[in-house]
């Protein structure tokens, strides 16, 4: 399911753009909705799971965390875009 809830978590940019809110609130939602992923598929939730070392975990955390506010900031940029259109 990782997929899906990054999916749904691309709904919170486009409200955010719809209503104005500012580019740092919606890099903030990015950053949440990259540890809630990161804490929902960490190794000790899978049955076969080896631990990481924290290293590997923070550096895992930055990349996550580089994808969904790369991909929150294209959704809030098009939201933005197609708001304006319609106003």
Partial sequence: MPVLEALLSLIG???LAYYGFAV???V???ILCAALWVW???P???????????????????????CYVAAHTGT????RHLAGLWA
């Fill in 44 to 66: 000790s939730k899978r049955q076969n799971g080896a631990a990481r070392s924290r290293s590997t975990g923070v550096m895992l955390f930055v990349l996550v965390a580089a």
């Fill in 76 to 79: 809030y940029l098009l939201a």
């Fill in 40 to 42: 929902n598929n960490r």
């Fill in 24 to 26: 740092p609130v919606m």
């Fill in 28 to 30: 903030v939602w990015a």
């Fill in 13 to 15: 940019p486009a409200y």
